[in-house]
Antibody, heavy 126, light 109 residues
């Protein structure tokens, strides 16, 4: 069974870069035509879609974060990563990684996140 | 970017039916997916596409869509269904951009 596990720095100083990795186990990140996503949730608030990397390698980002975000895949390590630059206190959140099913079936578009990591808390503070 | 709007909170008596709605322009053209999140836990996919449940999701969860509104219905709500529920769908401002709904807290009385 596929499992995802986030890891990275739990405390980041303002203006620095947040770096997280999502390790994929129980399957290959390169198989099945899946895409890979990051989502975050500030304390006491709702979910925010950060972006995702399509199975082709193309990346798509939330317009409000686009200038600061990079999502990449390291197929040799079976993992994908998130970098968020110039962080502020507003970036404090639980960060989740997820597997994305993104495909068309006939005229119907499907997009859903079917496997999630447990999440990792990132605090931005000096 | 477009928004997906949900009622902040709804309550349902144990064993009764509750419908959670998600409104947004993009829902006229694209299906929503629905996620259940319990306190301190990661979200779990409960419905995707027209009305598809992942393996392990009880059949009391169902989805539907009409016009600019997507709905998640819990028929015969159980105590363990008390959670936050979020919809997610395409952002109408561009391809491959997505957005979550504002979330609905479901309380089972």
């Amino acid at each position: 069974q596929l499992q995802l596990q986030e890891s990275g720095s739990g405390l980041v100083k303002p203006s620095q870069t947040l770096s997280l990795t999502c390790a994929v186990s129980g399957g290959s990140i390169s198989s099945g035509g899946y895409s890979w996503s990051w989502i975050r949730q500030p304390p006491g608030k709702g979910l925010e879609w950060i972006g995702y990397i399509y199975h082709s390698g193309s990346t798509y980002y939330n317009p409000s974060l686009k200038s600061r975000v990079t999502i990449s895949v390291d197929r040799s390590k079976n993992q994908f990563s998130l970098k968020l630059s110039s962080v502020t206190a507003a970036d404090t959140a639980v960060y989740y990684c997820a597997r994305v099913c993104d495909f068309w079936s006939g005229s119907v578009s499907y997009y859903y996140m079917d496997v999630w990591g447990k999440g990792t808390t990132v605090t931005v503070s000096s | 970017s477009s928004e997906l709007t949900q009622d902040p909170a709804v309550s349902v008596a144990l064993g009764q039916t509750v419908r959670i709605t998600c409104q947004g322009d993009s829902l006229r053209s694209y299906y929503a997916s629905w996620y259940q999140q319990k306190p301190g836990q990661a979200p779990v996919l409960v419905i995707y596409g027209k009305n598809n449940r992942p393996s392990g999701i009880p059949d009391r969860f169902s989805g539907s869509s009409s016009g600019n509104t997507a709905s998640l219905t819990i028929t015969g709500a159980q105590a363990e269904d008390e959670a936050d529920y979020y919809c997610n769908s395409r952002d109408s401002s561009g391809n491959h951009l997505y957005v979550f709904g504002t979330g609905t807290k479901v309380t089972v009385l």
